[in-house]
């Protein structure tokens, strides 16, 4: 590159060495930081204390015992400024989360602020957290640490009045529905649809049938996009087994389509599976049950052949 | 005029446009000398995007002056330049609403007067308007090439958010993801499982599986994997994107390129530049620049230096006299070459000012429609407006062109018309450009006579610059014989190590975050973090 005078560039072995001596002295830094807070731990600085570990901590967000010391330590402090602590920890956190989104402690850390504050329950704040975990969960969508820190905001923003209620379950059951439209694979919006589908029809057994006949349709849709994702196919054995109770099962209705997909893909093991567990609740096809189970353990999905056998 | 510009260079570049630009940085990339000029006051010639005021002009279509050179001793022949404007013919902008509106007497109501021309000149520099409108596939191509080369992080891109297709007599989206099939109310169960049955297969294929089976055209094949008239319509025309008869092998290809694009930036296969194609020419002249290479444009360009002895071109003349010698090679676009007057084939391209999108939506959308039927070939139809910077709010760029042209512009717009309906009238047409583009790329390469003149192409009707890149390569590899890399990755700014500082440079890589939201921008730069988000859509697929 004549114009900007001499340049040389790194080889890739060069690169490779710079990234080293990077990691050396990163590593080098979080230990002397480490020993220096455990031995800071008895002392009476507790402020200093909770620089210390948060400097440490936005680094190397994952250390459980840095956030277990900061725990220690807000604690320790008198009720108005352990408030505005903990609302600092949420932030704090925030920033953890930044580098990894899926930090165990980190998530942890913030339900045990959310569990500190209760006293002084803060609606906005509550709020505030449920915009939180849209924005992480746009970021990944499949962030079990995000959706089980949703469940728990939502479980304490419930409106207590009835009528209310049901409107917040129809809500969040939207809220899924358009999340499993993104992404048919979502294990954790199928697992909360079935969580949210259960309270929702405990609170109202009226709408039962009409709503178990649509999770059907839905569940049905889904196996037939996509044969062989098991987050759909686990959802549909629940919504059979569990919810809708082998009697009201019918064959017709249920057992009839599976058999139709069963036609056009004839090697798929979900779809065989649930048509032989439906066989053998409903006492029908018993010999095509037994051949499919073999065919399953002996070809098709031979590393689970001991759990077909047990099932014939 | 040329006071400081050298007169001896390893290559000289003829022309903008694409397929030179390419060249340019490559050679500069590998160290030669480049001299790159063009006689348009504008980057890109046939593939230049304009604001208003400038397509306008454009229209005008503006000759330079030609002046005779005589050559300087026995030893030297000139070859005088044609007009590269040539290309274009029967160049016609009409406009459907009044200049302005001075005239006209007050009504009470300021917001219902009719929009006139002058408010859109006004806006001028808000549009971005393409003479050669392109998408680029999300894999493969133009963005590989981008992304390999790193001049990737001189452009943004918007996803072409919304592909359509038509089904009885409407437009509707195309669902060609997982998603869009769940999502689907108008195909039955049954006719998912096909559906995704056959698109995974496509993904899933690979060349040498093809065998005997795939003799048969597409459709038959379509037909044996059981989908009805609409799915088979839905594949061959917004998937694979072939024409009717395309053979089953084609089919199959191009599908694969169409679903191994998606989800590498988003649930659409397709990106558009933000600001027109017009910027992807002057990306990679930065990179020409940013390794040496000098540009003149506007230059006062009147023909070849030839060497009679031996019939080799050996650089360029301008109008004044003055001479700039070329070492290794002349590149040059054929549209300077007086032969491509008598060029006969043509794409015919429309462009339609609107003030209403052709399909309503609550966002702002790039929109694709492909129509195509038995027998005809496809027609292309992008929508862009303000999202990606082409036009001012509120108002569109509707551009229709065809791979091969055997349809009726009018009829073109008739036929869309219908498709429709009250949505998008010709009441919302503002304006019009039509005009033809000779397409030379089709045409067998009247390689010249002379020797070290490399003659490069214009654009195709085709929706990619697929063609553009090949004959890029193809002719850089002509050039120096495969023992050079053709635009190996320019380095990043931490890896150069200025002579007599020490090791770490403190210069910040400007890598913008990148979204794979659809109404953000993408950066193609950082594509290594990217490739590791793929929607698990793909991932099933």
Same mark, same amino acid.
């Given at each position: 590159?004549?114009?900007?005078?001499?340049?040389?560039?790194?080889?890739?072995?060069?690169?490779?060495?710079?990234?080293?001596?990077?990691?050396?002295?990163?590593?080098?830094?979080?230990?002397?930081?480490?020993?220096?807070?455990?031995?800071?731990?008895?002392?009476?600085?507790?402020?200093?204390?909770?620089?210390?570990?948060?400097?440490?901590?936005?680094?190397?967000?994952?250390?459980?015992?840095?956030?277990?010391?900061?725990?220690?330590?807000?604690?320790?402090?008198?009720?108005?400024?352990?408030?505005?602590?903990?609302?600092? &920890? #949420?932030?704090?956190?925030?920033?953890?989360?930044?580098? @990894?989104?899926?930090? =165990? +402690?980190? *998530?942890?850390? $913030?339900?045990?602020?959310?569990?500190?504050?209760?006293?002084?329950?803060?609606?906005?704040?509550?709020?505030?957290?449920?915009?939180?975990?849209?924005?992480?969960?746009?970021?990944?969508?499949?962030?079990?640490?995000?959706?089980?820190?949703?469940?728990?905001?939502l479980e304490h923003l419930c409106p207590s009045s009835s009528s209310d209620i049901?409107?917040?379950?129809?809500? &969040? #059951?939207?809220?899924?529905?358009?999340?499993?439209?993104? @992404?048919?694979?979502? =294990? +954790?919006? *199928?697992?909360? $649809?079935?969580?949210?589908?259960?309270?929702?029809?405990?609170?109202?057994?009226?709408?039962?049938?009409?709503?178990?006949?649509?999770?059907?349709?839905?569940?049905?849709?889904?196996?037939?996009?996509?044969?062989?994702?098991?987050?759909?196919?686990?959802?549909?054995?629940?919504?059979?087994?569990?919810?809708?109770?082998?009697?009201?099962?019918?064959?017709?209705?249920?057992?009839?389509?599976?058999?139709?997909?069963?036609?056009?893909?004839?090697?798929?093991?979900?779809?065989?599976?649930?048509?032989?567990?439906?066989?053998?609740?409903?006492?029908?096809?018993?010999?095509?049950?037994?051949?499919?189970?073999?065919?399953?353990?002996?070809?098709?999905?031979?590393?689970?052949?001991?759990?077909?056998?047990?099932?014939? | 005029?040329?006071?400081?510009?050298?007169?001896?260079?390893?290559?000289?570049?003829?022309?903008?446009?694409?397929?030179?630009?390419?060249?340019?940085?490559?050679?500069?990339?590998?160290?030669?000398?480049?001299?790159?000029?063009?006689?348009?006051?504008?980057?890109?010639?046939?593939?230049?995007?304009?604001?208003?005021?400038?397509?306008?002009?454009?229209?005008?279509?503006?000759?330079?002056?030609?002046?005779?050179?005589?050559?300087?001793?026995?030893?030297?022949?000139?070859?005088?330049?044609?007009?590269?404007?040539?290309?274009?013919?029967?160049?016609?902008?009409?406009?459907?609403?009044?200049?302005?509106?001075?005239?006209?007497?007050?009504?009470?109501?300021?917001?219902?007067?009719?929009?006139?021309?002058?408010?859109?000149?006004?806006?001028?520099?808000?549009?971005?308007?393409?003479?050669?409108?392109?998408?680029?596939?999300?894999?493969?191509?133009?963005?590989?090439?981008?992304?390999?080369?790193?001049?990737?992080?001189?452009?943004?891109?918007?996803?072409?958010?919304?592909?359509?297709?038509?089904?009885?007599?409407?437009?509707?989206?195309?669902?060609?993801?997982?998603?869009?099939?769940?999502?689907?109310?108008?195909?039955?169960?049954?006719?998912?499982?096909?559906?995704?049955?056959?698109?995974?297969?496509?993904?899933?294929?690979?060349?040498?599986?093809?065998?005997?089976?795939?003799?048969?055209?597409?459709?038959?094949?379509?037909?044996?994997?059981?989908?009805?008239?609409?799915?088979?319509?839905?594949?061959?025309?917004?998937?694979?994107?072939?024409?009717?008869?395309?053979?089953?092998?084609?089919?199959?290809?191009?599908?694969?390129?169409?679903?191994?694009?998606?989800?590498?930036?988003?649930?659409?296969?397709?990106?558009?530049?933000?600001?027109?194609?017009?910027?992807?020419?002057?990306?990679?002249?930065?990179?020409?620049?940013?390794?040496?290479?000098?540009?003149?444009?506007?230059?006062?360009?009147?023909?070849?230096?030839?060497?009679?002895?031996?019939?080799?071109?050996?650089?360029?003349?301008?109008?004044?006299?003055?001479?700039?010698?070329?070492?290794?090679?002349?590149?040059?676009?054929?549209?300077?070459?007086?032969?491509?007057s008598s060029n006969k084939n043509v794409i015919h391209r429309t462009v339609l000012?609107?003030?209403?999108?052709?399909?309503?939506?609550?966002?702002?959308?790039?929109?694709?429609?492909?129509?195509?039927?038995?027998?005809?070939?496809?027609?292309?139809?992008?929508?862009?407006?303000?999202?990606?910077?082409?036009?001012?709010?509120?108002?569109?760029?509707?551009?229709?062109?065809?791979?091969?042209?055997?349809?009726?512009?009018?009829?073109?717009?008739?036929?869309?018309?219908?498709?429709?309906?009250?949505?998008?009238?010709?009441?919302?047409?503002?304006?019009?450009?039509?005009?033809?583009?000779?397409?030379?790329?089709?045409?067998?390469?009247?390689?010249?006579?002379?020797?070290?003149?490399?003659?490069?192409?214009?654009?195709?009707?085709?929706?990619?610059?697929?063609?553009?890149?090949?004959?890029?390569?193809?002719?850089?590899?002509?050039?120096?014989?495969?023992?050079?890399?053709?635009?190996?990755?320019?380095?990043?700014?931490?890896?150069?190590?200025?002579?007599?500082?020490?090791?770490?440079?403190?210069?910040?890589?400007?890598?913008?975050?990148?979204?794979?939201?659809?109404?953000?921008?993408?950066?193609?730069?950082?594509?290594?973090?990217?490739?590791?988000?793929?929607?698990?859509?793909?991932?099933?697929?």
């Amino acid at each position: 590159m004549p114009v900007h005078g001499q340049v040389k560039i790194r080889t890739s072995a060069e690169q490779k060495a710079a990234r080293e001596r990077e990691r050396a002295e990163k590593l080098q830094l979080y230990l002397t930081e480490y020993e220096s807070i455990l031995n800071n731990r008895q002392l009476t600085d507790l402020f200093a204390l909770l620089k210390q570990t948060e400097n440490t901590l936005i680094n190397h967000p994952d250390c459980f015992t840095l956030w277990n010391i900061r725990r220690e330590v807000i604690l320790k402090l008198d009720n108005d400024k352990q408030k505005e602590y903990l609302q600092k &920890e #949420l932030q704090i956190t925030q920033l953890c989360l930044k580098s @990894n989104v899926k930090s =165990y +402690s980190c *998530w942890n850390q $913030r339900q045990w602020c959310l569990k500190q504050l209760k006293e002084n329950f803060d609606l906005n704040l509550y709020q505030n957290e449920l915009q939180l975990c849209q924005k992480f969960l746009e970021i990944d969508e499949r962030n079990f640490h995000c959706w089980a820190y949703r469940y728990y905001l939502l479980e304490h923003l419930c409106p207590s009045s009835s009528s209310d209620i049901e409107t917040f379950y129809d809500n &969040e #059951l939207t809220f899924l529905r358009s999340t499993i439209g993104n @992404n048919l694979s979502n =294990y +954790s919006a *199928w697992h909360y $649809r079935s969580k949210y589908l259960d309270k929702l029809l405990d609170h109202n057994p009226i709408r039962r049938s009409n709503l178990l006949l649509k999770e059907w349709e839905l569940v049905l849709n889904a196996v037939y996009t996509d044969c062989s994702d098991q987050a759909a196919w686990f959802y549909l054995r629940w919504l059979l087994f569990k919810q809708l109770g082998v009697e009201s099962i019918t064959e017709t209705e249920h057992i009839k389509p599976l058999e139709e997909l069963d036609e056009i893909e004839s090697e798929n093991k979900w779809c065989m599976l649930a048509l032989c567990q439906l066989w053998k609740e409903k006492k029908i096809n018993d010999d095509k049950r037994r051949n499919y189970l073999e065919r399953l353990a002996n070809h098709i999905d031979t590393d689970r052949a001991a759990f077909y056998r047990d099932q014939i | 005029m040329f006071e400081g510009l050298p007169r001896e260079y390893d290559v000289i570049v003829v022309g903008t446009g694409m397929v030179e630009s390419i060249l340019a940085a490559a050679c500069a990339r590998n160290g030669k000398t480049v001299l790159h000029i063009d006689t348009n006051e504008y980057y890109g010639a046939e593939w230049a995007s304009f604001s208003l005021n400038g397509l306008i002009e454009w229209t005008q279509m503006q000759e330079n002056p030609k002046i005779d050179i005589n050559p300087q001793d026995d030893t030297e022949k000139i070859l005088p330049i044609g007009n590269p404007l040539n290309v274009f013919r029967n160049v016609e902008l009409k406009w459907n609403i009044e200049k302005t509106n001075e005239q006209t007497t007050t009504t009470e109501n300021e917001s219902i007067k009719p929009i006139t021309l002058d408010v859109l000149e006004k806006q001028s520099r808000k549009f971005n308007i393409d003479l050669t409108p392109k998408l680029y596939y999300a894999s493969g191509g133009l963005i590989d090439l981008l992304v390999q080369s790193n001049v990737g992080k001189y452009c943004e891109f918007k996803l072409v958010s919304r592909l359509l297709f038509e089904r009885n007599g409407q437009i509707d989206n195309v669902p060609s993801s997982r998603a869009d099939i769940f999502n689907s109310n108008d195909i039955s169960l049954i006719d998912k499982r096909l559906l995704m049955k056959v698109i995974m297969n496509c993904s899933s294929m690979a060349i040498e599986d093809l065998n005997e089976e795939h003799d048969i055209p597409f459709i038959e094949y379509l037909k044996k994997q059981k989908l009805n008239d609409t799915l088979c319509h839905l594949i061959i025309n917004s998937i694979s994107m072939v024409d009717y008869n395309a053979s089953t092998k084609e089919g199959i290809i191009k599908a694969k390129r169409y679903l191994d694009s998606i989800g590498r930036y988003g649930n659409s296969p397709f990106l558009y530049p933000l600001y027109g194609n017009g910027e992807m020419c002057q990306c990679f002249c930065r990179l020409c620049a940013v390794f040496g290479g000098f540009y003149f444009l506007r230059f006062p360009l009147a023909g070849f230096t030839i060497d009679s002895l031996n019939n080799q071109c050996t650089g360029i003349v301008s109008t004044t006299g003055e001479r700039f010698r070329a070492r290794d090679m002349v590149i040059c676009n054929n549209s300077f070459l007086e032969s491509v007057s008598s060029n006969k084939n043509v794409i015919h391209r429309t462009v339609l000012f609107t003030n209403k999108s052709i399909k309503s939506s609550e966002k702002e959308e790039v929109t694709y429609l492909r129509l195509s039927a038995q027998n005809k070939t496809g027609i292309h139809i992008i929508e862009v407006g303000f999202g990606p910077g082409c036009a001012p709010d509120g108002f569109f760029l509707l551009y229709i062109f065809q791979e091969s042209s055997s349809e009726n512009t009018d009829e073109i717009i008739e036929q869309l018309l219908r498709l429709t309906g009250d949505n998008f009238t010709r009441d919302n047409i503002l304006g019009q450009l039509t005009f033809d583009q000779v397409d030379t790329m089709s045409t067998s390469s009247s390689s010249s006579t002379l020797s070290k003149l490399i003659v490069t192409h214009g654009p195709d009707g085709s929706i990619d610059h697929d063609s553009a890149v090949e004959a890029a390569r193809n002719l850089f590899y002509e050039i120096y014989s495969n023992r050079e890399e053709f635009l190996a990755r320019a380095p990043d700014p931490e890896d150069i190590i200025i002579e007599g500082t020490d090791n770490t440079d403190e210069t910040n890589n400007t890598d913008e975050t990148n979204n794979t939201d659809e109404t953000s921008t993408i950066n193609t730069a950082t594509d290594d973090t990217l490739a590791t988000k793929t929607n698990t859509d793909t991932e099933a697929l």
